[in-house]
């Protein structure tokens, strides 16, 4: 198969790669050297290899990587500031217990940062909902709950 050359903005930079017209968004990401998208289940159930693109959450497994050409891409490296400080979110889920074996975090950082962009003060149900696409099976979530929670409040007092 003869490959593509496609251009497109991930965490604010710009980037070029070649890939074949079946290669996901999940399999570029990773052959670029992004780890923090997983490959988890590659149907869009677990969350593991979720971006988002043009502001809007993404499963890049389930995204042909052609279909990222002239969009914005952004990953969980591309919440960390460019003095190397942590967003609210990823801090939040340190601070709280949310990470265990670390293979659903990326995945839900995007989730929680989402939600928190369109809603400042979710309730249990909005966070249960928002999160419902992404499995994590170390945690029992209740940690992640309380990050949610707690990146809310440094969020609002912080303009993040």
Known sequence: MSKKTISFTLNGKPVTMEVEPRTTLLRALRDYGVTSVKRGCEEGECGTCTVIMDGK????????????????????????SKDGKLHPVQQAFIEEGAIQCGFCTPGMVLAVYDLLKRNPNPTDQEMKVALSGNLC????YEGIFRAVRKAAKMMSCCGA
């Open 57 to 80: 959450l993404q499963k890049s497994c389930m995204v042909l990587a052609q279909e990222a050409e002239g969009r914005e891409v952004m990953t969980a490296e591309g919440l960390v």
């Open 137 to 140: 099976r170390c945690t029992g």
